[in-house]
């Protein structure tokens, strides 16, 4: 969450393998909150990118692979 600005938030239950959890915040300092959101975010870009590679081809894509990637850095 960006600082200065209050997302509107949701609490939710979620059941998952404790070894799974476990393993992913041995590897950085993030609270299990954090770890789920950022799980969340990468899977909103990876339906975003099949989206992308679906339309190679198509005409529908008017910018290359290295002008979106340009753009992003």
Do not use: H, W
């Not at 992913?24 to 990468?42: G, H, I, P, W």
């Not at 990118?49 to 198509?58: C, F, M, Q, S, V």
Request: charged share 35%.
């Amino acid at each position: 969450m960006k600082r200065g600005r209050r997302e509107e938030t949701r609490k939710i239950t979620v059941n998952l393998p404790a070894a799974l959890i476990d393993a992913v915040m041995k590897y950085n300092d993030k609270s299990q909150t954090d770890v789920f959101c950022e799980a969340l975010r990468l899977y909103r870009a990876s339906r975003a990118y099949k989206a992308l590679r679906e339309l190679k081809g198509t005409g529908g894509l008017m910018m290359s692979y290295e002008d979106i990637k340009e753009l992003r850095d």
